[in-house]
């Protein structure tokens, strides 16, 4: 018989069917055991008469295959169980798991939870989270396939350090320093003149030594960048409907109601966006004249404008536009009409920097002058200034933290929640 | 006006049209002048009368905007040029490209042509590899998410390095001492516990010091892994349709026959399939009887396997199974039936190892026993064991390689010609 899975078990009501899974949870009353098959599409329930199959000595999280017969039954989750079953172990666990799985949520704290990966990841609330993650990965790249983008890959093990400020990780390379790409940056632009449109979804790593619930070590980056546009217009506009489709992506998703996702709100229309300058304005009539003088937001500033765009505007997204250029990295354009300020924006999902992006600079003399401005050596960046110098079209680009994403898309209070295993400053394993 | 890619301009004979690109060549004759453009989509040919446009002062490689009427013309490659052209430079370069770009391929050395990515992946030939490796990797996640897979990204700085007996990257992590991720492995399979089918791609690093045509110290590894097997057989079944579904797509693509691609035979039907010992005895017909001895195959052997299946099967591709459990990492579930052999399997494409994989262990003795056998401490995999105590189903998985895959896709005698930016013992720029 072809195994079959819980999320089709409504369809064979009245067959014999063959299941797989895991042994979620058990209940033994006097004359029957009511197990919990969990298999990776949900559960289901099974009924055993006491004493004839051995399910009493079962202990949870064992490898089991159940047969039996798919029995309409209104009380039973999902409207149908498995009766007559016959049990198979297929991989006994022992006794004494490090928490319970079958209860709504873990009832550990998030450290213990994490040094249990392996068995946490199990629990179908902090599971659904990761599904819906990969679907709103696959839904990125559609969307952007979809508009031309070509999908790249490029190195991690970088001979430079310097591009935007960030602490990078070092490590020898046969006997040369190299460090680890801090994000994909230089390489997306430079593709920007061999594909016009590119994008990656890749591990970026920052040797930031913070202990935040919002920053980690390493995550996953979706990068984007995009030639002959007019200005960061253009990028905020894609980046609405990248946003959007991956939005549409996760609400569809079987397990976003598992997960608990709170689907955002006003994704299908053009986000609000504030100027910086006018977002600082607004933050001193709460926070104080002090705030004018800041050249970036701080986390309490982000979440404030968060609630501001809900209230003002009914919207989870806020795009605030034109950060001044001392704080943004070399390449950045700056806005030709305020050149204090740039072509940049970040866009805040629900109070938290989900993306930054914007344009970048396209004129070889206008990178040799940022670069002598900031006194940033050109030699080791000669492979990526060849780019610029053989013709290169006005173009900019994004990279999405795709954690963040799930995180807001969830209501997870710490990233750490909605990363397989996280890297931070104490933590290396598992 | 919009504009239209080069692709599409056979759709708009007749009409006013604008497009954008780089000036790929131009050939000055006495009254008119032919410039090629190109975009990211293809080239096309415009006519512009000399003199008039100022087309004869433009440089290769400067980004150009053109305007003017689309013209069936069958002399034009394409059928269609585009008339009384109006040329406007977006971004000019200079004279004296490191090598040409409008020739068929590049006339220069591959560490030249390396040294000068920027451009050099601009030539059409070179483009066209990695437009078809980003059509492979789309057509390998679709093919396994239809099969209920669930993408997942696992760390790529790890604590441990000894899972395979290859030589890791170390870094300093925050004062512990770490390694990049040689593989995914280890988290693969803890995700099976979770997700029963897991697939992740993602950069692996390699710090052999080797410096062959066919060794990178950074790739691209498509891995998946899935529960509930019966043995290595359902994993090579898998890995068929996956390389099946990839082959169609780089078939399909547009830039299929600009890269040169010669497109595998026999990748519909079953692999033919070899057991180490039986590929041994061939080769020992061949290259002696001292072979016999080997615990592996080399190169010079693949490469005669790989003509023996064309040869005798008509095909491609060849699976070798069966390798000696000796060679094999601890993971490696035995073969039952002749436990010095192992249930792994290479997949061999045109002569060289494409994708490894096999059956794993699954039950938490026999990983005690394996890594009691070679020495190995358990202590830092703790969190890895974790997973095959709290009951793991029957498991196995492969990991191919996506920049060999293009490699003998296309031909190309050197991994590094289907790598964007390689890495290798001399070289980390650009």
Redesign the interface.
């Known amino acids: 018989m072809e195994?079959i899975?819980t999320s089709e078990l409504a369809q064979h009501a009245g067959e014999q069917v063959l299941l797989?899974g895991?042994?979620h949870h058990r209940r033994i009353l006097a004359h029957v055991t009511f197990l919990v098959l969990r298999?990776?599409?949900g559960t289901c329930q099974v009924v055993s008469a006491a004493d004839t199959s051995g399910a009493d000595d079962i202990t949870p999280?064992?490898?089991i295959e159940v047969s039996g017969l798919a029995v309409a039954e209104p009380r039973a989750p999902g409207g149908v169980e498995v009766r007559e079953a016959q049990l198979r172990v297929?991989?006994?666990?022992?006794a004494g798991?490090p928490f319970d799985l079958f209860r709504p949520t873990i009832g550990a704290a998030l450290p213990t939870v994490l040094?249990?990966?392996?068995?946490a990841?199990?629990h179908p609330r902090r599971?659904a989270a990761?599904?819906l993650?990969?679907a709103s990965?696959?839904a990125y790249?559609t969307a952007l396939?979809a508009e031309?983008f070509?999908?790249?890959?490029?190195?991690?093990?970088?001979?430079t350090a310097t591009e935007s400020g960030a602490t990078c990780?070092?490590?020898?390379?046969?006997g040369?320093v190299?460090y680890?790409a801090q994000s994909p940056q230089l390489?997306k632009q430079?593709?920007v003149?061999?594909?016009?449109?590119v994008f990656e979804?890749?591990?970026v790593?920052r040797?930031e030594?913070h202990d935040t619930p919002r920053h980690l070590?390493?995550y996953?980056s979706l990068d984007a960048e995009i030639g002959?546009i007019t200005d960061h217009r253009d990028v905020m506009a894609l980046l609405e409907r990248v946003v959007g489709a991956m939005a549409r992506a996760a609400g569809e998703h079987a397990a976003a109601p598992q997960a608990g996702a709170r689907l955002p709100i006003a994704v299908s229309t053009a986000f609000p966006t504030l100027h910086f300058s006018e977002a600082l304005e607004l933050l001193a009539s709460r926070f104080g004249s002090d705030v004018l003088a800041e050249p970036d937001l701080a986390p309490a500033h982000e979440r404030w404008l968060g609630e501001w765009a809900l209230r003002t505007h009914g919207s989870d997204f806020l795009f605030v536009v034109g950060f001044p250029m001392q704080k943004r990295p070399f390449y950045t354009h700056p806005d030709p009409a305020r050149p204090t300020y740039s072509n940049s924006f970040d866009l805040l999902f629900r109070g938290l920097e989900l993306a930054t992006g914007g344009q970048r600079l396209?004129?070889y003399e206008d990178y040799e002058s940022a670069m002598r401005e900031r006194q940033i050596e050109a030699g080791?960046f000669?492979?990526?200034l060849?780019?610029f110098?053989?013709?290169?079209?006005?173009h900019g680009g994004f990279a999405i933290g795709?954690e963040r994403w799930v995180q807001q898309l969830i209501g997870a209070s710490n990233l750490r929640e909605t990363t397989?295993?996280?890297?931070d400053?104490n933590r290396?394993?598992?």
């Open positions: 195994r899975r797989r895991w042994l298999d990776a599409w999280e064992s490898v297929l991989s006994p666990a022992p798991l040094d249990h990966a392996a068995v990841l199990r599971r990761f599904q993650m990969g990965v696959a790249r396939r031309g070509t999908e790249v890959f490029t190195p991690k093990i970088v001979a990780f070092r490590l020898d390379y046969f040369h190299a680890l390489y430079m593709l003149g061999v594909f016009e449109r979804v890749a591990p790593f040797a030594p070590n390493e996953v002959f396209h004129r080791p000669a492979g990526y060849e780019a110098r053989y013709g290169m079209p006005p795709l397989l295993f996280p890297r400053l290396l394993l598992p």
